[in-house]
């Protein structure tokens, strides 16, 4: 948990009593996916200002509900859920993951079948 929160403090969003704090995982994905410009970046898929999201980096506030509900409808949804479930493993989860794999992959053929519509496309 991060210093700059008060311990005798209710918790707010984003800051667990147990497990990975919600900011921490969130943080973590963020700095992968994006290196560069990872506040802006993540300011702009949580819908929310770049100051909140420096916030969140520096794990110094939680974040609204609505702004992880932002992250979790973005394209970076599926790493941000995979790092917040961390290592809880419900029954549904190995489904649910199988089932975001197939459709990520699903996503990727089409597109690709339709590149090689417009290659062919080309050549007549």
Avoid at 55 to 75: F, H, K, N, P, V
Wanted: hydrophobic share 45%.
């Amino acid at each position: 948990m991060s210093g700059s929160y008060p311990g005798g403090a209710v918790a707010s969003f984003g800051f667990e009593r147990s497990g990975l704090p919600v900011v921490e995982a969130v943080s973590a994905v963020a700095r992968r996916l994006w290196p560069n410009k990872t506040a802006r970046h993540l300011a702009a898929r949580a819908g929310t200002t770049h100051r909140a999201a420096e916030y969140w980096l520096g794990q110094q506030t939680g974040m609204s509900a609505d702004a992880l509900a932002e992250l979790l409808r973005s394209d970076a949804g599926l790493a941000m859920l995979e790092a917040i479930m961390g290592s809880a493993r419900p029954n549904w989860w190995p489904t649910f993951r199988q089932e975001a794999k197939a459709s990520a992959i699903a996503d990727r053929l089409e597109s690709i079948r339709a590149e090689i519509d417009e290659a062919r496309r080309g050549l007549g």
